[in-house]
């Protein structure tokens, strides 16, 4: 039998006093598809990050190719083969795909570059695997899943034998899935192992050769995804299984009241010193939100219903228009801030993926108040550290958030935990209008469930949710109106239930190709 | 390291190994130069901790560096790098000069606070204009503060030339403030309390350097300012998300850390020379820098390494008084190192430590297993 591609044996690692990977042993059988699925802090991502150096191991060995190799650094990894596909990597905006690849590659030599070869090499791997772009686009004039097809291609340019795909969410979207699946089968073809870290569990089922489900940091199972159904994996993995559940199911409201209403809002952005292009990024936005609502924004990105939701939770101005939010009316130039916004009973919560609703530094019972903090009493009042140690031991309670360390800093909790505290943030002051932006990224599909029965509650109690997503199941389940966006427009609203999701699928892409 | 029970490796174990690696290149540079060297250890520890008037002295030191140290440290965990330090100090002795001779002869009880108040804002706003630069014109704070040193001490040089210059005096120096205007000395204050101690600078302003560290304590820790302090030192992107605004952080932020450096000045001119030079500020806004980075920017190493760079001060100079072949430059050697080895080299021996410390609990738990 061939040694595995890659081996991990008895891995141990501990964040502070929390054992976060328990004797984890995983092989990576060469020219596979492993995916590795489990709870939010199971120990996936830290398992990955070891992988490719991104973290020291405390006890451990790593065998590549049946070797024993030391990988203490992404270059050491880079040079056994092992190449990683990260939730967020940094590009050069302004510099070709080619510059970008080449940066940083051992080959080149320290003087001038040796373009040619490899741009040539590129090509060809390009051609051998079917990516469609130029070597000579900027990377700025690239999609989210585009750049990821770029990174796979840099890790397959430095010769990578083991690719690690953590999270690729934006290839995962409905409209890319079938073209990551056709690339993986092709990459497997070449002897290329990949390892695949995802929440979303058809994908993995209908992809994988074998699939490894993890818990409180270590692999409780092993399964061979065709001899298991979808429902018994998500049962393994979270011990029962799991429905999400849907908005339609509820009473008619009678005593509904108009939440928020937007008049003919645009943004137009002026171009530096008065000239350039004077874009509108948002044109004539007229939206009616009532009370026991949730609406889902859609649209490709950039369309603008991101944008429409920082001007609402007040990050960000606009230049004409009218927003009437419970009745009081705000012009562009007595825009309220964050500040005034939460006051005004409006809360918002960041994409899960940027991680910047909390502060990773600070420990989570002070990123519990981070936002809040103004309403604790005066300036000088003195934090009462004790005090707010207990909420916050209440909240992770409430909200399931593991490990139940309110001391502990919010970096070391797993993303999926993070999104689950910011939210119990938000939701634990009530709010009347709650924005969310790609609630459920990076979080596992457990963690969703229960998200989505409190997002339900908060609408029975009157809240009016509104959210952007780029899951389109997500906004099948959570929403109960669906608006459209494109280029800064609205251009159409429907009610959830006479949708379904291919007719929604179907106008985004009507969309594209009418660009 | 993430490991349990490992945190006192970087808060304890790190720094002292940091100062011993120091002392030892000390060590031999004065080897080299000829000097006996437990002679001159002896020379140094006596000469600061050996007797009342070098523990006084020490102090006395100690209360610049407290201060400096703090102002640094606040303006650290906003995400600034005050090294403007000298030039808010200088502007501090200027303020404080300024409102004891222009109020010469009313109590001391008034005084007091009115010439902590002058000093506070002369340095305070010093400290401010490169704070609006750096907020709302996105100039760089580094650059900034260093320019505005050199202003201070050339405003102070102009003013000295000129308008505050005494009319009796040939060198530059402003007119003396009456010793009923200055700060009472520990010798005085303890007198008070029945116990006799050797005279030395060390004034109540020392108090205040200590007062001044636990404000400092409670201001970072346990307020509200505090906390968006933090939030904007660790990631501007999640403070701007919370509502946090970082103009107004920054504004706040320079003036404080302006203000508890320029109590230098205090400390210098109404604590102990009386009167205004162009000298004053001997490089301790600098060593702020230092003594923060050895103190971890938390007030409570600050006092520590405040303590100990004033005993190096302090045992410095008296070694350079005994061993005439080095003169002056030893203090400035000693200085030099420590700060090398705390400040710019501080996390070199991590790894190496790190390294001991897992094979050492290693091969611990082994035993035990076994």
């Given at each position: 039998m061939l040694s595995p591609a890659l081996q991990l044996k008895n891995i141990v690692k501990y964040y502070q006093q929390v054992?976060?990977?328990?004797?984890v042993s995983i092989d990576i059988a060469p020219g596979s598809i492993h995916g590795i699925i489990g709870e939010n802090g199971a120990g996936k991502s830290t398992l990955l990050k070891i992988a490719y150096g991104l973290l020291a191991i405390d006890d451990g060995e790593i065998f590549v190719d049946g070797v024993k190799v030391n990988i203490d650094t992404p270059q050491q990894a880079v040079k056994h083969g092992i190449g990683m596909l990260h939730q967020s990597t940094s590009w050069l905006?302004?510099?070709?795909i080619i510059d970008n690849i080449i940066?940083?590659?051992?080959?080149?030599?320290?003087?001038?570059?040796?373009?040619v070869s490899a741009r040539f090499e590129l090509e060809q791997l390009c051609r051998e695997f079917g990516f469609?772009?130029?070597?000579?686009?900027?990377?700025?004039?690239?999609d989210y899943s585009q750049r990821q097809l770029v990174d796979i291609l840099r890790s397959l340019y430095r010769g990578a034998k083991v690719l690690i795909l953590d999270e690729p969410t934006a290839l995962l979207s409905s409209s890319q899935s079938s073209h990551l699946i056709e690339l993986l089968s092709l990459l497997k073809m070449q002897g290329v192992s990949i390892v695949i870290v995802a929440h979303k569990l058809a994908i993995l089922h209908q992809l994988c050769d074998v699939i490894s489900v993890m818990s409180q940091g270590m692999v409780i199972a092993q399964v061979n995804p065709r001899n298991i159904t979808m429902g018994a994996l998500s049962k393994l993995m979270i011990g029962r299984e799991i429905t999400l559940p849907h908005s339609r199911v509820k009473k008619s409201i009678d005593?509904?009241?108009?939440r928020l209403k937007v008049t003919n809002l645009s943004i137009k952005t002026r171009g530096r010193f008065g000239f350039g292009r004077d874009a509108l990024?948002?044109?004539d936005i007229d939206l009616t939100v009532q009370s026991h609502e949730i609406t889902a924004l859609v649209g490709l990105?950039?369309?603008g219903h991101e944008l429409l939701l920082e001007v609402l939770s007040g990050h960000r101005g606009f230049t004409a228009g009218r927003i009437t939010m419970n009745k009081k009316r705000f012009k562009p130039s007595n825009h309220y801030g964050v500040k005034q916004a939460h006051k005004m009973a409006i809360a918002s919560a960041p994409?899960?993926?940027?991680?910047?609703?909390?502060?990773?530094?600070?420990?989570m019972y002070e990123s519990a108040l981070l936002?809040?903090?103004?309403?604790?009493?005066?300036?000088?009042?003195?934090?009462k550290d004790s005090l707010y140690i207990r909420r916050c031991r209440d909240m992770m309670k409430l909200w399931d958030v593991?490990?139940?360390?309110?001391?502990?800093?919010?970096?070391?909790?797993?993303g999926g935990n993070q999104q689950k505290m910011i939210l119990a943030r938000e939701l634990s002051h009530n709010p009347d209008l709650l924005l969310l932006s790609?609630?459920?990224?990076?979080?596992d599909v457990g963690a969703t469930e229960s998200i989505y029965k409190r997002l339900f509650k908060l609408r029975e109690q009157g809240g009016s949710i509104m959210f952007c997503s780029t899951d389109l199941d997500e906004v099948m389940s959570l929403s109960d109106r669906v608006v459209l966006f494109e280029q800064g427009q609205i251009i159409g609203q429907y009610k959830t239930q006479d949708l379904t999701k291919n007719e929604l699928s179907l106008m985004l892409i009507n969309e594209a190709a009418c660009e | 390291m993430n490991n349990k029970s490992g945190w006192w490796l970087n808060v304890i174990v790190l720094p002292v190994a940091n100062i011993c690696l120091a002392f030892l290149a000390c060590v031999v540079v004065l080897f080299a130069l000829g000097i006996n060297i437990s002679d001159a250890i002896m020379q140094i520890y006596q000469g600061a901790f050996g007797s009342q008037e070098g523990r006084g002295y020490t102090l006395y030191y100690a209360t610049n560096f407290i201060f400096s140290g703090l102002g640094v440290a606040l303006a650290w965990h906003a995400g600034l790098f005050n090294i403007g330090g000298e030039g808010q100090a200088t502007l501090g002795g200027l303020g404080v000069t300024i409102a004891c001779l222009s109020l010469d002869g009313i109590s001391l009880w008034l005084l007091l606070p009115l010439s902590m108040i002058s000093c506070a804002l002369f340095s305070g706003l010093w400290a401010l204009i490169p704070a609006w630069l750096n907020a709302y014109?996105?100039?760089?704070i580094v650059i900034s503060t260093i320019m505005f040193n050199l202003i201070a001490s050339s405003l102070l040089v102009y003013l000295l030339a000129g308008?505050?210059?005494?009319?009796?005096?040939?060198?530059?120096v402003s007119n003396t403030i009456s010793t009923d205007s200055a700060l009472p000395t520990m010798k005085q204050l303890l007198a008070l309390l029945d116990i006799n101690i050797a005279a030395t600078?060390?004034?109540?302003s020392f108090i205040f350097a200590l007062i001044a560290s636990v404000w400092l304590y409670f201001y970072l820790w346990h307020t509200r300012l505090g906390f968006e302090t933090r939030v904007i030192g660790f990631n501007e992107k999640s403070a701007n998300f919370a509502g946090i605004s970082r103009q107004r952080i920054v504004i706040i932020t320079m003036l404080l850390s302006g203000a508890l450096i320029g109590f230098i000045g205090l400390n210098e001119i109404?604590?102990?020379?009386?009167q205004l030079n162009d000298e004053f500020v001997a490089g301790f806004g600098f060593s702020g820098i230092a003594v923060a980075l050895m103190g971890r920017n938390n007030p409570l190493g600050i006092i520590v390494a405040s303590i100990l760079f004033g005993g190096l001060y302090q045992g410095g100079s008296e070694l350079a008084f005994n061993e005439e072949?080095?003169?002056?430059?030893i203090i400035f050697l000693i200085q030099g190192l420590v700060v090398l080895f705390c400040?710019?080299?501080?996390?070199?021996?991590k790894p190496t430590l790190e390294h001991w410390y897992s094979t050492f609990s290693h091969s611990n738990s082994k035993n035990k297993a076994a």
């Open positions: 054992r976060a990977l328990d004797n905006e302004k510099r070709s940066l940083g590659d051992s080959n080149q030599s320290w003087v001038g570059r040796n373009d469609s772009f130029s070597l000579d686009t900027l990377i700025s004039a690239l005593h509904r009241v108009e990024r948002l044109f990105p950039n369309s994409d899960p993926l940027l991680g910047i609703g909390l502060v990773k530094e600070l420990p936002g809040y903090h103004q309403h604790l009493s005066s300036d000088i009042s003195f934090f593991r490990p139940v360390l309110p001391e502990l800093r919010s970096g070391y909790f797993s790609q609630p459920s990224h990076g979080v | 014109r996105g100039s760089h308008v505050l210059k005494a009319p009796d005096q040939m060198s530059a600078p060390l004034n109540i109404q604590g102990n020379s009386h072949s080095v003169g002056n430059n400040g710019a080299l501080q996390w070199m021996l």
